[in-house]
Structures are given as C-alpha cells and as structure tokens.
C-alpha cells in the first residue's frame, strides 16, 4: 500500500467514526518548554489532554510531523529515524478502552477500510499491575473477544511490567497503563508462543510495534498515583514510518516509498548503505525543521539542526555536498511530501540556501578539525594513550567547531575511546552547552500548566501587541518557549531594538497590565478568525474550527487577538510587572526577546 493511502486510509477510517481531523502541529512547540521539538503527537494537545474544551470536540485524529534524536546513533539500521510522523486518534472524555482498542484491531486488520493485516501475525502486550494501578484485565479481555470472534488462535496477550506498558509524563499528571500491538514481519512464529518466545522475537526484531493505545486514567503527585482523573482519555499512536514498511512487505523503513526518492539521490554520495540512510534521513529533517523556522546555530534548536547536516555531509564519500546534490536531496523530500505540507514547497529555495550555506561552513570546520584532530591522535599513541578526554572534545568544538558526534566517529576509525559526559560537562562549565539545552529536553512531557507559566503565556500576546505598535506590522511571531521562570519570544525584525524601542515596549505592557483588561476565549471558524486579523504563527496550520485568545478593554476595544490553545488568565490584573530583560539576534532578520514577571 503507497504511503500516501495509508495516510489517508488512516484519517478517513476515523473521520468515519466522528473524529475531527486536525492538521500537524509545527515541530516547534508552541507551550512546552519541556522539549525543544514536537516529539510526540499529543503535544500539541497538551491543554486539551488538561481538561480545556477543543474546539473540534472531544473526538480527534492527525498525522503530526515529530523529531526525536536521542537514538541518533542508531539512525540507520531497520527502524530508527530522527524524523517520523505518528498517526494517532484521542478521545478528549469520550470513548475509553472497548472502542479504542476495537478500532484498533479493526483499522489494522479491516481488508475493507482498514490495512488488511493478517489478524494470525498480530501480538499484543498489556499492563501487569504494580503498587500504583492493578493489572488491566479489562484489556486483556477486550482483546480474548475480538480474537475469538475473528478466529485468531493461539496465545498472543502478554502481560508486562510499567517499563513497557504503563505511560506518565513525569512525576506528577495524568497517566496509565497501555496496550502495544506487535506484528510478525516474518509470518513463522508461532501463534501460542510463550512470553519468553515473545520476548526473544521482540529482541530478534522479528516482531514489531505497529500500535499503541494509552489510557489516561489515573493523576500522578511526587511520583505516587493519588486518585482517578475526572475525565479519562485515549491517547493513540502509530509510527507512520514503521507501518508503511509492515504494508509495503519491507523489514526496514528505508525501503519504503518514503525515501525511495531521497535514498536514491543518497546512493550518489555514498557507497556505505548505513551511510545513505543517515545523509537520507538527516536532510529529511533539516529540511522539514527549517520549514517550521529553525535555523543552525551553536544553541538549542539550532544545534541539533546543525548537527544533523554536518553528519550528513561527514556521511558522504567526500566528506562535502555540492549545492547541486542539496538540490536534488531537497527536492526528493520535497517531491515525495510537498502535496501534505506545502510549506516545503514555498520554502524549498529558503531550505536549500539554509543547508548549503552550513555544508560550506562545515567543509572549513571539517579541513582544519580533522587536521587537529589528527595530530591529537599522533600525540597519543607516542603516548600510549588511546582515550580522549572530554576537555580535548571540548578544545577540537570550541577551537574547531568538530562536533562531539563526528569526534566519535573519527576517534572509532583510530580504535580511540571518548568522554563524552566529560566533554559535556566542559562545555556546561564554558556555558555554551548544556546537557539540560541539548540532550534532556527530548525527555518529553506534559507542558507546564502551573500559574507562572499560565501568566507569562498570557504577557507573550501582550509583547506581541507591543511590539507591533512599536516597530510595525512586519513583526511576526517566529516562536516561543515558556517557562515557570521566563518567557521567551522569537519575532521577524531586521534590526537590534534601541533601549529607547525596548522601553517603549516594556512601558506599553505594563500599561496593558494595569487597565486590568479581559481575557476572552473565543471559538471560530477558522477564515472568520483570519478575516478578524487574528495573529497567528508564522507556518503553523490550523483546523478549520480554532481558538482565540482575544484581550480588550471595558469598552471593548481590542489590544490582542490570537490563534492560541492556552493557557491565559481571565484578566491582565493577575500579570504583575513586566520586564525584558534581554533582547538578541537568533539568526538574520530574526530577534529574540527574554522577559520576566514579578
């Protein structure tokens, strides 16, 4: 089945049963600072997940573009990707576990509407029960139903610890136990395995994840479940990579139609295929990173872009891209996506310069880095020193811009070791990376809803205001990211702000704050919002149906209105003062502003 009908078989079987399709969410987020990209699809949903009303209903279903690199070094074997898509469908107190887990089974093996899988390769895992909540019969159960009436024999539930089957954001919120469905890619195992045959085709990668259905039953305080929620929700996910590989008969997701255009142009660079895998996958996601608006840089976000066209181009043979190859990469992805996100090929020409530009950084970083590092190694072996310390990684990053990944790489070809926890705690102490910035912000989670969070939410659509009244129209949200201590607030501007500009700024909030404005919420269509002059960020989508975030005075004058999921105050007197107290460039064109409330 070609990737593009099983999209949309997926969101026309679930259309079909009352849910709202609702378009990706950037990769930026938009209100957790938990994370520096989506890594899941429920984080856009976050306060909705919370208990606050969507404006599509209680029933949803999307597609949404993630990226995840903490097994970047696994990139290029069968399954793992930094970018991927997750197919996934909620239930916001609607439906629970009979329906989600019945719709499951169905999409997955419906020859009608759904995938056509065979029922007999199908395995599924359950929670086993702990201090926390008991074991989930109620699955268990479902499933011995649906497997009786469709004929499916043998034993096929496994019980598993919380490790496997149990979902929670972090200490405190919303959690509960899962069921994973699994699928035999080899069609030979056996229908009554036991669960140590299981678990051993599970590690063989016989047998593969396809599936995954959360019910968020239970609210977590200091890491001990403290009670049911009011409203339980579904939460559902399937990797869109992973099961269009099941579909197309491929043990491995680079031999899907996905990156049949891409990996094609890779094949040109490089005659290794772990190589062609990673130039293929790391372009896919620069690519679609810089179309939500990143842009490389030393820090965060950038960082992580910059990484991954540098390994792309240390993948090669040559060890360069010529702009004619990004060309042609570029437009493989482009290609094959540009009909589902037509941000790719608006910015196509934007996303090629972007790329290229940093190959060509790179290709100096690369000349003079290897050089060094070379004669680090000569020095060490006169030694007998085959260990690189994290201070030397730092020195070749700091001196030479060699990225500790690359390090690795070259250090490996020499049979050399490397601190890397040596190297990033180096580089915390120079404070030009955190493991916090780089590394522990892909542990993902719910984003803060805490009232510090909630009134510097509330004071970033009031510097929006500000700042357009100050410096003009053309300022444009680029992107933000809040937390309990600050908010932080990405703009289209091409000039440094004087003091004078930021003072006007920080006075005009301020005096928002002290006429105790309103705070409304308000639901749309989504034309009559725009057709109101809504703000909205630049290259997000939006459903047809949205929400805004509307701030006026007593005589209904309108200072902000915003397309916003939350969450706000209900007036401007709950803010207190508001300070900037740092405004910078991020990249051309774009500037970055810091504030507090106190």
């Not at 378009?23 to 976050?46: C, Q, R, Y």
């Not at 499951?104 to 086993?128: A, N």
């Not at 090929?345 to 290709?363: C, L, N, V, W, Y």
Request: net charge negative.
């Amino acid at each position: 089945m070609p990737s593009h009908d099983v999209r949309k078989k997926f969101l026309e079987f679930f259309a079909k049963r009352g849910h709202a399709i609702i378009p990706s969410a950037s990769l930026i987020p938009e209100n957790d600072a938990s994370v520096l990209f989506t890594t899941a699809g429920m984080h856009p949903l976050v306060p909705y997940l919370l208990g606050e009303k969507h404006p599509l209903g209680t029933r949803l279903v999307n597609v949404q573009k993630c990226v995840r690199t903490g097994d970047i070094d696994d990139v290029g074997d069968s399954t793992h990707a930094t970018f991927f898509e997750m197919m996934g469908n909620w239930s916001l107190g609607d439906y629970f576990k009979k329906e989600a887990i019945s719709w499951s089974f169905e999409l997955l093996t419906s020859k009608e509407e759904g995938f056509g899988l065979d029922p007999q390769r199908l395995y599924v895992t359950c929670f086993e029960g702990n201090d926390d909540a008991p074991r989930d019969e109620e699955s268990a159960e479902i499933w011995r139903d649906l497997f009786a009436r469709h004929g499916v024999s043998g034993e096929r539930i496994y019980f598993m610890p919380a490790k496997n089957n149990w979902w929670q954001a972090g200490p405190n919120g919303p959690c509960g136990p899962d069921t994973e469905m699994f699928y035999d890619l080899t069609g030979t195992l056996a229908s009554g395995m036991t669960k140590e045959a299981y678990l051993k085709a599970d590690t063989e990668q016989k047998i593969v994840e396809i599936w995954n259905d959360v019910f968020m039953e239970y609210v977590k305080k200091d890491d001990t479940v403290v009670g049911k929620l009011e409203r339980k929700n579904i939460d559902t996910g399937s990797g869109f990579e992973r099961i269009c590989a099941v579909l197309q008969g491929k043990d491995n997701i680079f031999d899907t139609d996905i990156f049949e255009k891409v990996m094609a142009e890779a094949r040109e660079l490089s005659r290794v295929l772990r190589s062609q895998r990673i130039i293929s996958d790391h372009i896919r996601s620069a690519v679609f990173m810089i179309g939500d608006g990143v842009l490389p840089s030393n820090t965060d976000r950038g960082y992580v872009l910059r990484r991954l066209i540098r390994r792309a181009v240390f993948n090669t043979d040559t060890k360069k891209l010529s702009h004619e190859a990004i060309e042609a990469l570029v437009e493989a992805i482009v290609d094959t996506y540009g009909d589902t996100y037509e941000v790719l090929p608006e910015k196509k020409d934007s996303i090629i310069a972007t790329i290229f530009k940093e190959s060509e950084k790179f290709a100096e970083t690369l000349t003079d880095g290897t050089r060094e590092i070379e004669k680090v190694f000569q020095r060490m072996n006169s030694e007998g020193n085959t260990h690189l310390s994290g201070a030397e990684c730092a020195r070749l990053y700091q001196s030479y811009g060699f990225p500790i990944e690359l390090t690795r790489e070259v250090a490996q070809e020499h049979n050399f070791t490397v601190d890397t926890e040596g190297f990033f705690e180096e580089m915390k102490k120079h404070q030009e990376l955190s493991r916090a910035g780089s590394e522990q912000k892909f542990k993902g989670g719910l984003a803060d809803a805490s009232p510090e969070v909630t009134r510097l939410h509330t004071a970033t659509h009031l510097l929006n205001a500000a700042l357009r009244e100050v410096l003009g129209a053309h300022v444009k949200q680029r992107g933000s990211n809040i937390t309990s201590e600050r908010l932080r607030f990405d703009f289209a501007h091409p000039t440094k702000m004087t003091d004078e500009e930021k003072k006007r700024v920080q006075d005009i909030v301020n005096t928002y704050i002290q006429n105790q404005l309103e705070v409304k919420r308000l639901e749309m269509p989504k034309s009559e919002a725009e057709t109101l002059g809504a703000e909205m960020e630049f290259g997000a989508k939006y459903p047809d149906v949205v929400s805004v975030y509307v701030v006026h005075d007593a005589q209904g004058t309108v200072v902000s209105r915003e397309f916003c999921g939350g969450p706000h105050v209900t007036n401007t007197r709950e803010l207190g003062h508001f300070k900037i107290v740092k405004e910078e460039a991020v990249a051309a064109g774009i500037r970055r502003i810091k504030a507090v409330l106190s």
